[in-house]
C-alpha cells in the first residue's frame, strides 16, 4: 500500500538548521508531485513548499521563501525539505502528502520544534 514516512525533525534553537526527509513506498514516486505541509497547535494545517515530479518546479510558502528549500531524488523515492534560519513560529508537526492515482496520502507527521 501507499506509505509516506517522515524523518528528520527535533529540536533546535533559533538560527539553527534542520533536513526533514519523506520517504514514499508502495506507488510510482517518480510521477507524483509532493508537498511539505506543517500545523502548529491551535493553527490550521498550512502548505510550506511543494515540488513537481521530476523536481522541475517548486513552490513555496512567503512565510518560509529564502529559508527552506524542497528537493528530490526520485532514485531514492525521497522528499526533502532543508530548513535554515529556524525561527519559533516554524515549531509545528511536518507532513508530507503526495498526489498518486487521483488520490492524496498524507505522512505520520515529523515535529519540528524551534526554541532556545
Known amino acids: 500500500q501507499v506509505q509516506l514516512v517522515e524523518s528528520g525533525g527535533g529540536l533546535v534553537q533559533p538560527g539553527g538548521s534542520l533536513r526533514l526527509s519523506c520517504v514514499g513506498s508502495g506507488f510510482t514516486f517518480s510521477n507524483s508531485p509532493t508537498t511539505w505541509y506543517r500545523q502548529a497547535p491551535g493553527k490550521e494545517r498550512e502548505l510550506v513548499a511543494r515540488i513537481t515530479s521530476t523536481g522541475g518546479s517548486t513552490n513555496y510558502a512567503d512565510s518560509v521563501k529564502g529559508r527552506f528549500t524542497i528537493s528530490r531524488d526520485n532514485a531514492k523515492n525521497t522528499v526533502y525539505l532543508q530548513m535554515n534560519s529556524l525561527k519559533p513560529e516554524d515549531t509545528a508537526v511536518y507532513y508530507c502528502?503526495?498526489?498518486?492515482?487521483?488520490?492524496?496520502?498524507w505522512g505520520q507527521g515529523t515535529q519540528v520544534t524551534v526554541s532556545l
Open positions: 502528502q503526495t498526489l498518486t492515482i487521483g488520490r492524496s496520502y
